[in-house]
């Protein structure tokens, strides 16, 4: 392993500049516009997979965006891992608040990562997580230290619900057989106190449209007798939560799995400081759910939250307008015995249910998933855990995430085994947000670490 990390220690410069031509690409799934450089990044990863070694590197059609599929099959004696990432991204608006535009990397040094962060859309969630694993199998490969047969699946629309990997992993469910899945899409609690995430929230995301007049109207001759649909709106979503911000939709709690006291003690015992928690967002206070602290609000207890909303005039200047639609997406996040298509059934029910006279409702279901949870027990995880307590000197703490990547419970179901969330990212390198961004420490670290995982589960499944 000394030779494999001397191997890293020489090339990591390089595999910085790397990286940063790979954010260079404007791979935003969620917007046709950007289909052309979606496709252009699934030929980037399968060129940098190639050049770092696989011996099979293939981009496969989707109904949607292309999948990345490679492998380097050494010794069938040994266990086979199956990695999984994504290379598409999330839109980059509002363009006006990011520091530095979001497709051209900067390095620019932070309170929190002061040897330097990489700012740039994508650059933790998930090309620079997804590029670690890459660039890790080339130093293996390298120093003909490859432990372990490995199967590479880069996917391009994680960010839009992975409709096509679940028909994909099915069809092809041979050729991707495995012995357990590793990714790096999830983060650690903090720089010197390294984690492994062990479960994660599932998902129902929704829109909602209110409709009222067949026509937007003048609000000086129809404003007071005439239903507004925004107005509405808000009060619907509002009644969705009680004065203990439970979610007030009926049966919604019914398949809720309650933690143990101990579990929520042991969660809690997780390094967290509530002031620089608001600090960091600029906030005065915080809210949740009563009876829970903020760590169990964000990983034990399921959620409901407005995500966006629009209707009516938002352009430039005045226009006295009551508008004839409004709407809103919705993200539910859920906890274990939660099922996302029983929980977007329940909401549509109780959103037309709710809805006044004056006007028709309509929600229109987009993608969800179920949650996940990760025993501690197994090879899989010890792996995990020695290789991290090596890198980082101290036992990283097992933590549930409040995210949701809803192909872990696929990839259970399809082929059998579990996955390994070994993530190396921070909460608060703002994913899906204005500058998002990824220490240059952290990016490191997991190159190094990926390494010691396939060496302790080789190991171990040896032993």
Same mark, same amino acid.
């Given at each position: 392993?000394?030779?494999?990390?001397?191997?890293?220690?020489?090339?990591?410069?390089?595999?910085?500049?790397?990286?940063?031509?790979?954010?260079?690409?404007?791979?935003?799934?969620?917007?046709?516009?950007?289909?052309?450089?979606?496709?252009?990044?699934?030929?980037?990863?399968?060129?940098?997979?190639?050049?770092?070694?696989?011996?099979?590197?293939?981009?496969?059609?989707?109904? $949607?965006?292309?999948? #990345?599929?490679? !492998?380097?099959?050494?010794?069938?004696?040994?266990?086979?891992?199956? %990695? =999984? &990432?994504?290379?598409?991204?999330?839109?980059?608006?509002?363009?006006?608040?990011?520091?530095?535009?979001?497709?051209?990397?900067?390095?620019?040094?932070?309170?929190?990562?002061?040897?330097?962060?990489?700012?740039?859309?994508?650059?933790?969630?998930?090309?620079?997580?997804?590029?670690?694993?890459?660039?890790?199998?080339?130093?293996?490969?390298?120093?003909?230290?490859?432990?372990?047969?490995?199967?590479?699946?880069?996917?391009?629309?994680?960010?839009?619900?992975?409709?096509?990997?679940?028909?994909?992993?099915?069809?092809?469910?041979?050729?991707?057989?495995?012995?357990?899945?590793?990714?790096?899409?999830?983060?650690?609690?903090?720089?010197?106190?390294?984690?492994?995430?062990?479960?994660?929230? $599932?998902?129902?995301? #929704?829109?909602? !449209?209110?409709?009222?007049?067949?026509?937007?109207?003048?609000?000086? %001759? =129809? &404003?007071?007798?005439?239903?507004?649909?925004?107005?509405?709106?808000?009060?619907?979503?509002?009644?969705?939560?009680?004065?203990?911000?439970?979610?007030?939709?009926?049966?919604?709690?019914?398949?809720?799995?309650?933690?143990?006291?101990?579990?929520?003690?042991?969660?809690?015992?997780?390094?967290?400081?509530?002031?620089?928690?608001?600090?960091?967002?600029?906030?005065?206070?915080?809210?949740?759910?009563?009876?829970?602290?903020?760590?169990?609000?964000?990983?034990?207890?399921?959620?409901?939250?407005?995500?966006?909303?629009?209707?009516?005039?938002?352009?430039?200047?005045?226009?006295?307008?009551?508008?004839?639609?409004?709407?809103?997406?919705?993200?539910?996040?859920?906890?274990?015995?939660?099922?996302?298509?029983?929980?977007?059934?329940?909401?549509?029910?109780?959103?037309?249910?709710?809805?006044?006279?004056? %006007?028709?409702?309509?929600?229109?279901?987009?993608?969800?998933?179920?949650?996940?949870?990760?025993?501690?027990?197994?090879?899989?995880?010890?792996?995990?855990?020695?290789?991290?307590?090596?890198?980082?000197?101290?036992?990283?703490?097992?933590?549930?995430?409040?995210?949701?990547?809803?192909?872990?419970?696929?990839?259970?179901?399809?082929?059998?085994?579990?996955?390994?969330?070994?993530?190396?990212?921070?909460?608060?390198?703002?994913?899906?947000?204005?500058?998002?961004?990824?220490?240059?420490?952290?990016?490191?670290?997991?190159?190094?670490?990926?390494?010691?995982?396939?060496?302790?589960?080789?190991?171990?499944?040896?032993?």
């Amino acid at each position: 392993m000394e030779a494999v990390q001397n191997y890293i220690a020489e090339h990591k410069d390089r595999f910085l500049s790397e990286l940063m031509e790979l954010l260079k690409i404007p791979s935003v799934s969620a917007d046709p516009a950007f289909a052309g450089d979606v496709r252009k990044t699934a030929e980037f990863v399968k060129n940098s997979l190639e050049a770092a070694g696989v011996d099979t590197a293939e981009i496969h059609e989707t109904a $949607g965006h292309p999948i #990345v599929y490679g !492998e380097k099959m050494i010794n069938e004696s040994y266990p086979t891992v199956l %990695v =999984y &990432g994504h290379y598409d991204v999330q839109p980059p608006d509002p363009l006006d608040l990011w520091d530095s535009p979001p497709f051209e990397p900067v390095i620019k040094k932070t309170g929190i990562h002061p040897e330097g962060a990489i700012f740039a859309r994508g650059a933790c969630d998930d090309k620079g997580q997804m590029f670690m694993h890459v660039k890790a199998f080339e130093a293996m490969v390298a120093q003909e230290n490859l432990l372990c047969n490995i199967k590479f699946l880069i996917e391009g629309e994680e960010e839009i619900g992975s409709d096509n990997l679940g028909i994909y992993c099915k069809a092809n469910a041979d050729k991707l057989s495995c012995d357990m899945v590793l990714l790096s899409d999830t983060s650690v609690i903090a720089n010197d106190v390294p984690s492994i995430t062990v479960g994660l929230r $599932g998902l129902s995301y #929704v829109e909602v !449209e209110v409709t009222g007049p067949n026509r937007d109207l003048h609000s000086g %001759v =129809y &404003g007071g007798a005439v239903g507004n649909p925004i107005n509405i709106l808000c009060d619907m979503i509002s009644s969705m939560k009680n004065e203990k911000l439970e979610i007030t939709i009926p049966g919604f709690y019914d398949d809720v799995v309650i933690v143990s006291e101990s579990e929520r003690a042991e969660m809690n015992a997780a390094p967290f400081n509530l002031d620089d928690y608001k600090n960091d967002l600029k906030i005065e206070d915080i809210v949740g759910e009563e009876g829970y602290t903020t760590l169990e609000r964000t990983s034990i207890r399921p959620t409901l939250e407005v995500n966006g909303m629009w209707g009516g005039y938002i352009g430039e200047g005045a226009k006295t307008v009551l508008p004839s639609k409004a709407y809103a997406k919705i993200s539910m996040r859920l906890v274990p015995n939660q099922d996302p298509d029983v929980i977007t059934e329940m909401f549509t029910k109780h959103f037309e249910s709710i809805a006044p006279p004056g %006007v028709t409702v309509k929600v229109t279901p987009h993608h969800g998933g179920h949650p996940a949870v990760t025993p501690t027990d197994t090879i899989e995880y010890k792996a995990a855990h020695m290789a991290m307590e090596k890198t980082y000197g101290k036992q990283p703490i097992p933590q549930r995430s409040g995210g949701s990547i809803p192909i872990v419970a696929m990839f259970e179901e399809v082929f059998g085994v579990k996955s390994v969330m070994l993530g190396f990212g921070l909460d608060s390198d703002d994913i899906h947000s204005p500058n998002e961004h990824y220490g240059l420490f952290n990016y490191y670290k997991g190159i190094e670490t990926i390494p010691y995982f396939f060496y302790y589960y080789n190991e171990l499944k040896q032993s």
